[in-house]
């Protein structure tokens, strides 16, 4: 039997999921990782990528989740995310137009631009979701 933690994934809108599980899986700007009950503590910025929450060995929560950052202390898990969508509720069609839109944005954007930069990583978040929605 494996042993589960509390687990709290944060919005700028509130609360996307609490509760426990056996396991977490994600991805940090250095790498993908796999968090279990009394992992060391641990801080790290998140990519855009595909967020699983193992509650059991049947069954999976997943998630499309944004740039954040991950806390892992005292065995309980906070993870603070600029969204994170069920991913039964992403809409190709909506995506591909925020990144059709995005990528305007980032060929109009100047080189070196603070527009550039946000161009970059939307183009980045919505090409990973649309990754995400067709797999």
């Known amino acids: 039997m494996a042993t589960s933690f509390p687990v709290q ?10 509760g426990t599980a056996e396991m977490v899986s994600t991805r940090t700007l250095v790498g993908s990782i796999g968090i279990r009950a009394n992992h060391e503590p641990l801080m790290a910025m998140l990519d855009p990528t595909e967020l699983r929450i193992y509650e059991s060995e049947t069954e999976i929560k997943r998630f499309a989740q944004g740039d954040g950052f991950l806390q892992m202390a005292e065995n309980s898990l906070l993870m ?23 990528q305007g944005r980032l060929d109009a954007a100047e080189d070196g631009s603070a527009a550039q930069e946000r161009a ?16």
């Open 80 to 102: 603070l995310v600029e969204e994170a969508i069920p991913v039964e509720e992403l809409d190709v069609a909506d995506l591909t137009a925020k990144q059709e839109e995005a």
């Open 9 to 18: 994934i944060m919005t700028p809108e509130g609360a996307a999921y609490e």
């Open 120 to 135: 970059e990583r939307d183009v980045r978040r919505w090409t990973r979701y649309l990754e995400i929605a067709n797999s």
